[in-house]
C-alpha cells in the first residue's frame, strides 16, 4: 500500500464519474479507496473517509451501484463496507473511526438489512450518546420497515435524550407513527414514558386519524381548581 491517498482527489474523481457516467473512471476511485488491497481486516481512517465522498458522489444518481461497477469492483466496495460495520461495532475501538464508519452503513441496498440492524445494535447505553445519536441519524434517512422495530427494541434501556432521539425518527413518517401507536395502543410502551411536547405533536395533527388515537391514548387531564374558578369568574365577565 502506498501514502494515505488525499480524501479530495477521491471525491472530486468519484464526482466526476457521476457527472460524466463514466463507470471506469469510478472503477478506478473504488480503486484508489481499496490502495491495492483485496482483504480489508480494517481501514484506515482516510479510507474510511474517502469512501464516504465516494458514496456521496453515488447519491446523486438514481441508479444502482450495480449499473456502474463490475463485479469485481461491487466486490471489492463490499468488502471494504464489511470492515467498516467492523469498526463501527468494535466497542474497543476510538469513538472517531467509529464515528465516521457509522455514516457508511446503509449505504448500499445489497447490505441493508444487516447494516440496519448493526445500527440498532450500536444504540445501547454502553456507547456513548453521540455515537448513539449517529447511529439513529443513520437509520433515520431510509424508509425501511425494520427501522421502528429496532428502534423501539431499543427503547427499554435508553436514556431520555436518546428517547428523544427516537421519537423524532418515528414521528418523521407517517408509516413509523402507526408502528407507534400500535405499541402505545398494545402497552408495549408506556403513555407515560411520552413527553408532553411529543403528545403535542400528535395530538395537533392535522391528519383526523392520528388526532383521533392520540386523543385516546393521551387523554386531556381534568382541570385544577384554581382553572375550573378561573373559567367560572371568565363565564361571570
Sequence with gaps: AGEPLPVDIVRRCAGRAVRWTDSEAL?????????????????????????????????????????????????????????????????????????????LLARHNRNLENDMTALGALIVPQNSMRLQAEAIAAMSRHENELVPGLLLDRWPSAGPIIRGQILDVLLSRETWIEALFEALESKLLSAAEIDLSRRARLLDSRDEEVHRRAAAIFPTPSPTSEERLARFLAALE
Design 27 to 103: 472503477a478506478r476511485s473504488i480503486r484508489l479507496v481499496a490502495d491495492g488491497k483485496d482483504e480489508f481486516s480494517s481501514l484506515a481512517a482516510w479510507q474510511i473517509e474517502a469512501l464516504d465522498g465516494l458514496l456521496d458522489a453515488l447519491d446523486e444518481t438514481e441508479q444502482s451501484l450495480e449499473e456502474w461497477t463490475d463485479a469485481r469492483q461491487l466486490e471489492l466496495l463490499e468488502k471494504m463496507l464489511s470492515a467498516a460495520r467492523r469498526i463501527a461495532l468494535d466497542r474497543d475501538a476510538e469513538e472517531t473511526p467509529r464515528l465516521a464508519a457509522i455514516r
